[in-house]
């Protein structure tokens, strides 16, 4: 630990355990397919790789969902690989392994380093690390990532996170001051402060002090690698563009299926403007600023490899699809997205909830003969894809093995009970994980023979949670 190992990297606080739906292959091959697009199949033998897999619960959530597929997770922070081999070994899942190296030693190993690899994937890395690190992430791409692979880069952006920059300063500087533990704390209460009395930039960038009351909402760990680096920069997406264009990647669309779809994440005004930009850097760009956009999730394929119509059409409906827990039954629906709110008509969504609400998988052919479908598979791609963001529904998966996912879900509640911050559960029929309260949690670990809860809060989990988990692949074979 410490300086040996951050190359300016925040090395005090442990990174909290994170998982990240938009990582896993289900979505990324879910969100190419709906752009048109052919990618690796989840249904087949792959490998997956992470950059900076901190202590590597999202890795772990993968590879127990799909236990088929091989999984390969990198940082460079001991402690956290530590933590994620310790939990590996705990739940007995072998298909996923832990390496500790930099991105540089990485960039630089022997062929044999890592094995031909159908997605890389990051999340938020690019904008804490230094440019050599960045440019070493695109030598790994190059090297490793196979024709047709993907690439799932998040990171965050210009121009929405453009106003954070001084504020990270403060942050950064009180935690130089006070340490990480009370800097943070205290760097925040001074922004605050500053909001509150009316400081300029709150008053010009009103959205800047809802930013810093999202921000208090988040464990110091996240915030600490979040904003402490050296090298903290909210990244240009014509940048990003053009490096990878250098690995032989082309930029195929958002891994955030919202942002795919104009009509619905761009101001009506700036629709036509941006319709009318035929370069791709400048066009994304233009999407950046109407949207004022502070994270951005970009898809790439080594070698675009597009669906013909047809085959694109085959594609889609040879999806299904299963409801999530929390999903509306139908009627319309309202989306809070970055542009405000959007009005989801029922006539739009009443069908598919409907068709989705008797909890069993439906495929997108079914839906499509529809009576509200029929001859409309545009407009059907784009409502679920919509829900697909909304958290409403998610592609399902032919049958895979449970025992590890069991396993691991045994270990994260038995973790929770012990006072561990996990809020996710495998879920295999999805190849990907579920949100799970610690009330959710504590119950599932006391009808797994742990410690007893409040009867109420056990009931309640049984009769809205228990049949969706079961349905989902949660519980295995466990009653």
Same mark, same amino acid.
């Given at each position: 630990?410490?300086?040996?190992?951050?190359?300016?990297?925040?090395?005090?606080?442990?990174?909290?355990?994170?998982?990240?739906?938009?990582?896993?292959?289900?979505?990324?091959?879910?969100?190419?397919?709906?752009?048109?697009?052919?990618?690796?199949?989840?249904?087949?033998?792959?490998?997956?790789?992470?950059?900076?897999?901190?202590?590597?619960?999202?890795?772990?959530?993968?590879?127990?969902?799909?236990?088929?597929?091989?999984?390969?997770?990198?940082?460079?922070?001991?402690?956290?690989?530590?933590?994620?081999?310790?939990?590996?070994? /705990?739940?007995?899942?072998?298909?996923?392994?832990?390496?500790? #190296?930099?991105?540089?030693?990485?960039? /630089?190993?022997?062929?044999?380093?890592?094995?031909? @690899?159908?997605?890389? $994937?990051?999340?938020?890395?690019?904008?804490?690390?230094?440019?050599?690190? &960045?440019?070493?992430?695109?030598?790994?791409?190059?090297?490793?990532?196979?024709?047709?692979?993907?690439?799932?880069?998040?990171? #965050?952006?210009?121009?929405? =996170?453009?106003?954070? #920059?001084?504020?990270?300063?403060?942050?950064?500087?009180?935690?130089?001051?006070?340490?990480?533990?009370?800097?943070?704390?205290?760097? @925040?209460?001074?922004?605050?402060?500053? &909001?509150?009395?009316?400081?300029? !930039?709150?008053?010009?960038? %009103?959205?800047?002090?809802?930013?810093? /009351? !999202?921000?208090?909402?988040?464990?110091?760990?996240?915030?600490?690698?979040?904003?402490?680096?050296?090298?903290?920069? %909210?990244?240009?997406?014509?940048? $990003?563009?053009?490096?990878?264009?250098?690995?032989? +990647?082309?930029?195929?669309?958002?891994?955030?299926?919202?942002?795919?779809?104009?009509?619905? =994440?761009?101001?009506?005004?700036?629709?036509?403007?941006?319709?009318?930009?035929?370069?791709?850097?400048?066009?994304?760009?233009?999407?950046?600023?109407?949207?004022? !956009?502070? @994270?951005?999730?970009?898809?790439?394929?080594?070698?675009?490899?597009?669906?013909?119509?047809?085959?694109?059409?085959?594609?889609?409906?040879? !999806? &299904?699809?299963?409801?999530?827990?929390?999903?509306?039954?139908?009627?319309?629906?309202?989306? =809070?997205?970055?542009?405000?709110?959007? *009005?989801?008509?029922?006539?739009?969504?009443?069908?598919?909830?409907?068709?989705?609400?008797?909890?069993?998988?439906?495929?997108?052919?079914?839906?499509?003969?529809?009576?509200?479908?029929?001859?409309?598979?545009?407009?059907?791609?784009?409502? +679920?894809?919509?829900?697909?963001?909304?958290?409403?529904?998610?592609?399902?998966?032919?049958?895979?093995?449970?025992?590890?996912?069991?396993?691991?879900?045994?270990?994260?509640?038995?973790?929770?009970?012990?006072?561990? /911050?996990?809020?996710?559960?495998?879920?295999?029929?999805?190849?990907?994980?579920?949100?799970?309260?610690?009330?959710?949690?504590?119950?599932?670990?006391?009808?797994?023979?742990?410690?007893? $809860?409040?009867?109420?809060?056990?009931?309640?989990?049984?009769?809205?949670?228990?049949?969706?988990?079961?349905?989902?692949?949660?519980?295995?074979?466990? *009653?």
């Amino acid at each position: 630990m410490g300086a040996g190992w951050s190359d300016g990297y925040h090395a005090e606080l442990a990174y909290p355990a994170i998982f990240h739906r938009e990582l896993t292959p289900a979505w990324l091959r879910a969100t190419a397919t709906a752009l048109g697009y052919r990618s690796p199949d989840p249904g087949e033998a792959y490998t997956w790789c992470e950059l900076g897999c901190g202590p590597g619960l999202g890795t772990l959530l993968t590879a127990a969902a799909n236990p088929d597929g091989r999984f390969i997770a990198v940082d460079f922070d001991p402690a956290a690989i530590v933590r994620a081999r310790a939990l590996a070994e /705990e739940a007995g899942i072998g298909n996923a392994r832990f390496l500790h #190296m930099s991105f540089a030693e990485l960039a /630089e190993a022997a062929d044999t380093a890592l094995p031909p @690899l159908d997605f890389i $994937v990051l999340h938020g890395v690019l904008s804490w690390i230094s440019p050599a690190n &960045r440019q070493a992430v695109m030598r790994i791409v190059a090297r490793w990532l196979k024709p047709g692979g993907i690439a799932c880069l998040s990171y #965050m952006s210009q121009p929405g =996170s453009a106003p954070m #920059m001084a504020a990270q300063r403060v942050l950064q500087r009180s935690a130089r001051i006070s340490g990480a533990g009370a800097g943070l704390p205290g760097g @925040l209460a001074l922004l605050r402060a500053l &909001r509150d009395g009316g400081a300029g !930039q709150f008053v010009v960038v %009103p959205e800047l002090g809802d930013q810093i /009351e !999202q921000l208090t909402l988040q464990p110091s760990g996240y915030l600490a690698h979040e904003f402490l680096g050296e090298h903290w920069e %909210p990244l240009h997406v014509a940048d $990003v563009l053009g490096a990878m264009a250098a690995t032989g +990647c082309t930029f195929l669309g958002s891994a955030t299926p919202l942002e795919n779809i104009d009509a619905v =994440s761009i101001p009506g005004g700036a629709q036509p403007v941006v319709a009318a930009i035929e370069d791709v850097a400048l066009r994304e760009t233009a999407k950046d600023i109407a949207r004022n !956009q502070t @994270l951005r999730r970009d898809l790439y394929q080594r070698g675009a490899r597009p669906l013909a119509p047809a085959e694109h059409r085959a594609a889609l409906e040879a !999806q &299904r699809f299963i409801a999530l827990p929390g999903a509306p039954g139908g009627g319309a629906l309202r989306f =809070s997205t970055r542009i405000g709110p959007v *009005d989801g008509p029922a006539a739009m969504f009443s069908p598919l909830l409907e068709a989705l609400a008797g909890g069993s998988p439906v495929s997108f052919g079914d839906l499509l003969r529809l009576p509200a479908y029929a001859g409309r598979g545009g407009l059907l791609n784009q409502a +679920c894809q919509m829900l697909l963001w909304a958290g409403y529904l998610h592609p399902w998966l032919p049958a895979q093995g449970i025992d590890a996912a069991l396993s691991l879900n045994r270990a994260l509640w038995r973790g929770a009970a012990a006072g561990e /911050e996990y809020a996710w559960v495998v879920a295999p029929a999805i190849g990907s994980a579920i949100p799970a309260d610690r009330p959710a949690m504590l119950a599932a670990h006391a009808l797994d023979g742990g410690r007893p $809860v409040d009867a109420r809060a056990l009931a309640a989990f049984e009769r809205e949670l228990l049949p969706v988990w079961k349905r989902l692949g949660v519980l295995g074979n466990f *009653d």
